[in-house]
C-alpha cells in the first residue's frame, strides 16, 4: 500500500507531501520508479537476465542517468558479489538473490526504501554488512521501511512499528513518541 | 558514460527471447510457415504473369488464330512450348486479313521437331514468312546487324547452341544467328526458321531423316493477328470466329486466364493453406501468449512494483511479438525464395504454367507484403494478454510470489 500497489479503502498515504491515493496508475509507476526501493521477501530477480542486467532494469523505467553499467557494478560490489555480476539468477543461492534485489533496490537512489525481510536468507556476517549499508543509507537521507521478525535488528532502527491483529502500534523506548496506531486495510 | 553501457528496452526484449527458447522457437516456426506459404502464393502468380507479359510482348499479336481442335494444343505450345504439329487452311489468312480492324496479319507453321543434339526434349520448330512476320522481325529491328537468312535460325532461350553454330532437324542444317532473351513461355523452348526453309526441309526429309515429314501445300498452324489501336481485340476475334469456321481465337487476357485457371487450384491450395494456417496459428500464438503472460504474471508485477508503467509492459510483449513474427517472417520467406528459386523448372513445369523469376524489388515487395501480414498477426493475437497482464494486480501476483 505504501508503495501504490493497492490502494487504501480509507485514510491517506503521503509522500512527499502527495497523496498517492490520488496519483494516476502513471503516475504511481512514475513515482514508484523514482521514489521507492523495493526488496521483495522472495528475491524477485527476472529469470531471464543475469544479476547485473536485473540490477539495471528500474534504470529502463526512470529517466535519470543514474543507469549505468558502473553504478550497477558499485552496488553488486557493495554487496559483495561482483564476480557474481553475469550469473543467471537460476544458479545463485537465495541469499545471493537477496543481495543482488538489495543492490537493484537502490540503482535509481530512492528516497524510499521498502525492504520485506531484506535480510532473511543471509548468514550473520552478510546480515551484518546490509544492515551497515542501509544505517549508513538512512543516515545519508534515505527512509528505510524494514519488515523483519528478526529482533537482532531492532537496534537498527530509528523507530519501531508492531503489528498486533492488523493494527499497527508504534514501539516506544528507540524514540519518543506516542504510538501511532494505523488501520490497515486488507 | 557511453550509452552502450546502459540497459536498453531491446536488451531486455532480446534476453526474454533468447532465453524462454521453446516458446520462441515454437512462435517462430509458425510464423515462419505462415509466412512461406502466403508468400509462395505471391511468388507464383507474379513469376506466371511476369512471364506471361513478356511472352505476349514477345508474340506482338493481340489475337491468335489456331485451328478449333488445336486450341488447347495451341495454347500449351505458347505457354509451355510443349511441342505440337497442326495446321488451318492456308486461305483463312486472306480472310481474316480483310476483317475490318485487322492491320496485320502473320501466318505461321508449327511443327514439332525430333530429338536434336541441342536439346533434352523436341522443340518447337515455328516456320515465319519474313514478309509478314511480326514476332521475330520485332526482335531484329532490336538487334541490328541480324538477319534471317536462307537456312538461318533464331533460337529460343532454353535452347542450348551458341551463335554462328550449326544446328540440324529433319536432315537439314541450320545456322544460328540469334538467342531470344528468356520470356518462361513456350518460346524459349521454339526455333525460328524461314517457311521457304522449312519446305525444302520437309521435301529433302524423306532421304536425309530418319522420319519423313509431311508440311501440307497451302496449309499454316496459325495466324497471328495485330489489331488496329483503337479497336477492340474481342469484337475483332469474335469476327473472325464468324468469318472463319473451323478457327478458335486465343487473345493474350485468354491465355492469362488459362494460366490462372492452372494456378487456381495450387493457389486455392497455397491462399487456403495460408489462411488455414493463419486461423489456426491466430489463436494458437494468442493461447500461447496467454500461457506465457500467465506464467510470466509475477514476472510482470515485479517490473510493475519497480516502476514500470502498463503502456511498458504492452510494449514489452508487443515487441517480443513482433520480433518473434519479423525472425519467423525472414526465416518463413528466405526458405521459400530459395525453395521456388532450386525448383523453378520443375515448379513450372509440373504445374504446367510459364513461368519467369519476378524481379528482385517484386521479390522484396512481395516479402514485405508477407512481414506485414505476420506484424498484423502478431499484434491481434497478443492484444487479449496485453489487456489481461495490464489489467491484473500486481500485488497479488507479487503475493503468490512469497507465498
Redesign the interface.
Known amino acids: 500500500m505504501l ?1 501504490g ?2 490502494r487504501p479503502s480509507s485514510g491517506t498515504i503521503r509522500i512527499r507531501g502527495m497523496d498517492i491515493g490520488s496519483l494516476s ?2 503516475d504511481i ?2 513515482l ?3 521514489e ?1 526501493g ?1 526488496v ?3 528475491s ?1 530477480l ?4 543475469t544479476a547485473l ?1 536485473n540490477v ?7 529517466k535519470g ?1 543514474a ?4 553504478r ?1 557494478m558499485e552496488l553488486i560490489r557493495t554487496v559483495g558479489l561482483s564476480e557474481r555480476a553475469d550469473t ?1 539468477p537460476g544458479t545463485l543461492s537465495s541469499g545471493e538473490m537477496k543481495r543482488i534485489a538489495i543492490a ?1 533496490a537502490l540503482i ?1 537512489s530512492p528516497s524510499l526504501l521498502i525492504a ?1 525481510e531484506p535480510t532473511g536468507d543471509l548468514d550473520v556476517d552478510t546480515e551484518n554488512e546490509i544492515m551497515q549499508l542501509f544505517r549508513q543509507l538512512n543516515r545519508e537521507g534515505m527512509t528505510i521501511v524494514m519488515v523483519t521478525h528478526n529482533p537482532d535488528l531492532v537496534e537498527y532502527a530509528t523507530r519501531m512499528f508492531r503489528m498486533d491483529r492488523g493494527r499497527l502500534e508504534e514501539q516506544t523506548g528507540l524514540h519518543s513518541g506516542a504510538p501511532l496506531p494505523v488501520s490497515l486495510s486488507r | ?1 557511453n550509452s552502450a ?5 531491446f ?2 526484449v532480446e ?2 527471447l ?3 527458447p521453446f516458446r520462441s522457437l515454437a512462435t517462430i516456426f509458425a510464423f515462419a510457415i505462415i509466412a512461406s506459404t502466403f508468400f509462395s502464393s505471391q511468388y507464383l502468380m507474379s513469376g506466371a504473369q511476369q512471364s506471361l507479359d513478356a511472352g505476349i510482348s514477345r508474340m506482338g499479336a493481340d489475337i491468335l488464330v489456331v485451328p478449333t481442335e488445336y486450341a488447347h494444343a495451341g495454347q500449351t505450345v505458347i505457354l509451355t512450348g510443349e511441342p505440337s504439329t497442326f495446321f488451318l487452311d492456308g486461305s483463312s489468312v486472306d480472310t481474316i486479313s480483310r476483317i475490318p480492324g485487322v492491320a496485320k496479319t502473320s501466318p505461321q507453321i508449327y511443327l514439332a521437331t525430333l530429338h536434336a543434339s541441342c536439346c533434352a526434349a523436341p522443340v518447337q520448330m515455328i516456320a515465319i514468312d519474313p514478309e509478314r512476320d511480326f514476332t521475330v522481325s520485332t526482335w531484329l529491328k532490336e538487334n541490328p546487324g541480324i538477319t534471317l537468312g536462307k537456312d538461318d535460325m533464331i533460337i529460343g532461350s532454353a535452347v542450348v547452341q551458341d551463335i554462328g553454330k550449326d544446328l540440324m532437324f529433319f536432315g537439314h542444317t541450320y545456322y544460328v544467328v540469334g538467342q531470344l532473351q528468356q520470356t518462361g513461355m513456350g518460346v524459349d523452348n521454339s526455333v525460328f526458321v524461314r517457311s521457304e526453309d522449312a519446305y525444302v526441309m520437309a521435301e529433302e526429309s524423306g532421304k536425309k531423316a530418319v522420319k519423313r515429314l509431311t508440311i501440307p501445300e497451302g496449309m499454316v498452324s496459325l495466324v497471328l493477328v495485330r489489331v488496329d489501336p483503337q479497336i477492340s481485340p474481342a469484337s475483332v476475334a469474335a469476327e473472325i470466329e464468324r468469318q472463319v469456321p473451323g478457327t478458335k481465337t486465343i487473345l493474350p487476357n485468354g491465355l492469362l486466364n488459362a494460366v490462372t485457371g492452372q494456378l487456381n487450384a495450387v493457389t486455392r491450395l497455397l491462399y487456403g493453406s495460408a489462411i488455414a494456417v493463419t486461423a489456426v496459428s491466430v489463436p494458437l500464438l494468442g493461447l500461447l501468449a496467454a500461457m506465457v503472460t500467465h506464467e510470466r504474471r509475477r ?1 510482470v508485477s ?11 509492459v504492452a510494449g514489452l510483449m508487443l515487441a517480443e511479438s513482433f520480433s518473434l513474427a519479423i525472425v519467423g517472417g525472414i526465416l518463413g520467406i528466405g526458405a521459400a525464395v530459395g525453395v521456388l528459386m532450386s525448383y523453378q523448372d520443375l515448379i513450372s513445369q509440373t504445374l504446367k504454367i510459364p513461368f519467369l523469376i519476378p524481379s528482385p524489388l517484386t521479390i522484396l515487395a512481395q516479402g514485405g507484403d508477407a512481414l506485414l501480414l505476420l506484424i498484423g498477426i502478431a499484434g491481434v493475437s497478443s492484444l487479449y494478454p496485453i489487456y489481461r497482464i495490464t489489467r491484473s ?3 497479488e501476483a ?1 503475493r503468490k ?2 507465498s
Open positions: 508503495a500497489l493497492i496508475d502513471d509507476s512514475e514508484r520508479s523514482r521507492i523495493f521483495f521477501q522472495f524477485g527476472l529469470p531471464t537476465l542486467q539495471m532494469v528500474p534504470t529502463l523505467f526512470s542517468e543507469g549505468t553499467r558502473a550497477a543467471y537493484r535509481n520485506d | 558514460m553501457s546502459e540497459f536498453r528496452f536488451r531486455l534476453q526474454n533468447r532465453n524462454r514476472e515485479i517490473l510493475r512494483a519497480l516502476g514500470a508503467k502498463n503502456s511498458f494486480e500486481p500485488y507479487i510470489g512469497e
